[in-house]
């Protein structure tokens, strides 16, 4: 029945009227304004993502280090890919952003709504072994500059896509996990007894010191050590509606160039 319905979702994904980002022209390539466009909580504010009755609210404003990181190579010619691409408002920005970027988007449902030459749409659950095996022979000839790991936000999940993803990644790219805290600031998304949270395992990867983890075994935490040049984090301004506290937090790890 479960996959009866995964094939009916995609029948419909396929036939579903698509957004042309090709015959889509938008005058300026600021991305907090891109994302702001598209409705991309990475923006500062945006149309409400269920409720476009509802009055606009603010986004992480997680632009503002995009374009710190960005800017220098933003009209090459590279890859980039997004894990939790929903239905494709940053992909969207990112595509009218890069000029000559292939722009990869990855979610396990199909709520995708765009499309273009330059956009190739992955359906993938990274939980699925199955699905992580059919996403490595379509993607093994390809290393990413960009990888954003926007997905669950779950713990387990957030490591384990680090663990199958940052092979992928090209000699000098960026690797970045969205609001990597909120496991810290939500205890349902903190689904492993076992496992450090983002922020201590940066702070082992920046002192190069071994940790527990039933996830990254000790090879794969010195692959990290080994080609992790640098590691930056920063704050957005989305706070929380219940708390006001701010939950927006981005992590960049830069590989090495060699
Ligand atoms: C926060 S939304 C992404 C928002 C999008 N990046 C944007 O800026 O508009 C998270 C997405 O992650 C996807 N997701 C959650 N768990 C996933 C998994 N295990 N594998 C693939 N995608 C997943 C969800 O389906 C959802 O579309």
Same mark, same amino acid.
């Given at each position: 029945?479960?996959?009866?319905?995964?094939?009916?979702?995609?029948?419909?994904?396929?036939? =579903?009227?698509?957004?042309?980002?090709? !015959?889509?022209?938008?005058?300026?390539?600021?991305?907090?304004?891109?994302?702001?466009?598209?409705?991309?909580?990475?923006? %500062?504010?945006?149309?409400?993502?269920?409720? /476009?009755?509802?009055? @606009?609210?603010?986004?992480?404003?997680?632009?503002?280090?995009?374009?710190?990181?960005?800017?220098?190579?933003?009209?090459? =010619?590279?890859?980039?890919?997004?894990?939790?691409?929903?239905?494709?408002?940053?992909?969207?920005?990112?595509?009218?952003?890069?000029?000559?970027?292939?722009?990869?988007?990855?979610?396990?449902?199909?709520?995708?709504?765009?499309?273009?030459?330059?956009? %190739?749409?992955?359906?993938?659950?990274?939980?699925?072994? @199955?699905?992580?095996? @059919?996403?490595?022979? /379509?993607?093994?000839?390809?290393?990413?500059?960009?990888?954003? +790991? +926007?997905?669950?936000?779950?713990?387990? +999940?957030?490591?384990? !896509?680090? @663990?199958?993803?940052?092979?992928? #990644?090209?000699?000098?790219?960026?690797?970045?996990?969205?609001?990597? =805290?909120?496991?810290?600031?939500?205890?349902? #998304?903190?689904?492993? /007894?076992?496992? #450090?949270?983002?922020?201590?395992? &940066?702070?082992?990867?920046?002192?190069?010191?071994?940790?527990?983890?039933? &996830?990254?075994?000790?090879?794969?935490?010195?692959?990290?050590?080994?080609?992790?040049?640098?590691?930056?984090?920063?704050?957005?301004?989305?706070?929380?509606?219940? %708390?006001?506290?701010? &939950?927006?937090?981005?992590?960049?790890?830069? /590989?090495?160039?060699?």
């Amino acid at each position: 029945m479960k996959k009866l319905s995964w094939y009916y979702k995609k029948a419909l994904y396929y036939i =579903k009227k698509k957004i042309d980002l090709d !015959n889509y022209s938008i005058e300026t390539n600021n991305l907090d304004y891109l994302f702001n466009h598209f409705g991309s909580d990475k923006g %500062t504010l945006i149309k409400h993502p269920y409720d /476009k009755k509802k009055e @606009k609210i603010i986004g992480h404003s997680f632009g503002q280090f995009y374009e710190k990181y960005f800017n220098e190579f933003k009209n090459e =010619k590279f890859d980039l890919l997004e894990i939790g691409a929903w239905k494709g408002a940053s992909i969207a920005a990112f595509s009218k952003y890069f000029e000559n970027a292939n722009i990869f988007g990855l979610d396990k449902n199909f709520k995708f709504e765009y499309k273009s030459k330059k956009i %190739t749409f992955l359906n993938c659950d990274t939980t699925n072994i @199955k699905d992580l095996k @059919k996403i490595e022979k /379509k993607i093994k000839n390809i290393r990413f500059r960009i990888i954003i +790991d +926007d997905g669950s936000h779950f713990l387990s +999940d957030i490591i384990h !896509n680090l @663990k199958f993803f940052f092979k992928f #990644l090209d000699n000098g790219g960026l690797y970045i996990i969205e609001d990597y =805290k909120h496991p810290e600031y939500y205890s349902t #998304l903190n689904d492993t /007894k076992n496992e #450090l949270f983002i922020s201590q395992i &940066v702070e082992k990867l920046k002192k190069k010191e071994l940790f527990k983890s039933e &996830v990254l075994n000790e090879s794969d935490q010195k692959t990290l050590m080994r080609n992790i040049d640098s590691i930056f984090i920063h704050k957005g301004i989305m706070k929380d509606k219940k %708390t006001d506290n701010n &939950v927006s937090d981005i992590v960049f790890f830069k /590989k090495k160039l060699i």
